[in-house]
């Protein structure tokens, strides 16, 4: 990470309300030079309407989504609604897309979770063909097939062009990975990389992996022109316990509870980091229940290897450690005094 690195505001997805504040948020961002801001989606609020409504409150902020859930709409779908919000913000959109886990791909969307990259690339074929916009969509993948054929059809469908013409062919694609085989999809054919939890100790394994991506034939990009952005959690406080307190709550949940206990893919990756003993008593207990006590049990090793916490010094020195990764971008949350001092430390 340069030391000049780019700051984005995340904003997530909604919880039981919509959030309030954000438009405060948004302004601080602008007027604090941030680079991008950020939503989500889970199984509640979408990851595109917030970000329209966000472009028309902005002039300079790049707009993404972190992420855009691929089995929530078909390529072409995803394709029309990044097009759209590219026009409508003058070109500022960048389409963060991610595969989730069998539980919400499944369980929400009803769609089929194997192969995720698999699926995953012939899903970014499809959307970058409808931007460029060269010819017909055609595709016949083992996922994916335009124009639809078969049994259960009228053989009727032809292939289409987008009516729209997109702002950008280009438009920037940022792939969401986690494990090592899907990092070096998202340098081979994506134009960032949006980690989640990512730890500076596993920066290497993480380079190992983009250089493999960027060193394929075809691969869209390489070292010189590729984005990292990553969300970091940061709270400030001269209690380091206290601080800690306020990301075990989502690090427990995660590890917990977002997955089976026979596949979670965020578990994994703190099992990578060296934390298999905290992950395999945290998912037990979350599991069977006791999901406070699974909270409380995250160590504070685990809470420092992922987010930056403590008192303001404390955070300027380990903020060193993250200056030497591959992130390129650092993505922050927080209330408009919280992003001021951010912006203070990341800058001073």
Not at 64 to 77: D, H, S
Not at 202 to 212: A, F, K, M, N
Request: net charge negative; hydrophobic share 40%; proline share 7%.
């Amino acid at each position: 990470m340069a030391a000049d690195l780019k700051l984005g505001l995340v904003l997530g997805y909604w919880f039981a309300q919509p959030p309030s504040g954000v438009a405060e948020q948004i302004a601080t961002a602008e007027d604090l030079g941030f680079d991008s801001v950020w939503s989500a989606e889970a199984y509640g609020s979408d990851c595109f309407t917030p970000l329209a409504w966000y472009g028309s409150q902005t002039t300079r902020l790049q707009l993404g989504t972190a992420v855009c859930q691929m089995a929530a709409r078909t390529p072409v779908a995803t394709a029309m609604s990044a097009l759209t919000l590219d026009h409508l913000t003058g070109g500022r959109f960048i389409l963060g897309l991610g595969a989730s886990g069998p539980q919400v791909v499944e369980g929400w969307y009803g769609q089929p979770y194997p192969r995720p990259l698999e699926r995953t690339r012939e899903y970014i074929s499809v959307v970058r063909d409808v931007l460029a916009r060269e010819e017909p969509v055609q595709i016949d993948g083992k996922h994916y097939q335009l124009p639809r054929t078969g049994e259960g059809t009228t053989g009727l469908g032809k292939p289409l062009k987008s009516i729209t013409h997109p702002l950008r062919a280009d438009l920037p694609i940022y792939l969401g990975a986690e494990g090592p085989k899907n990092v070096a999809l998202a340098a081979e054919i994506a134009d960032g990389w949006l980690p989640m939890f990512m730890s500076p100790g596993l920066d290497p394994l993480y380079r190992t992996s983009l250089e493999e991506g960027w060193g394929r034939p075809g691969a869209r990009r390489g070292p010189d022109d590729f984005e990292v952005a990553n969300l970091v959690q940061i709270v400030i406080d001269d209690d380091v316990e206290k601080a800690a307190d306020q990301v075990r709550m989502s690090l427990g949940f995660y590890i917990g509870g977002m997955g089976a206990k026979e596949v979670n893919f965020h578990a994994d990756l703190f099992s990578r980091m060296g934390h298999a003993d905290a992950v395999e008593e945290i998912q037990g207990l979350f599991l069977s229940g006791r999901k406070e006590e699974a909270i409380a049990s995250v160590p504070l090793a685990l809470v420092e290897d992922v987010a930056l916490i403590g008192p303001a010094d404390k955070i300027r020195e380990d903020l060193e450690r993250w200056r030497e990764t591959c992130i390129t971008t650092l993505l922050v949350a927080g209330p408009p005094q919280q992003m001021r001092t951010i912006a203070d430390l990341v800058r001073g």
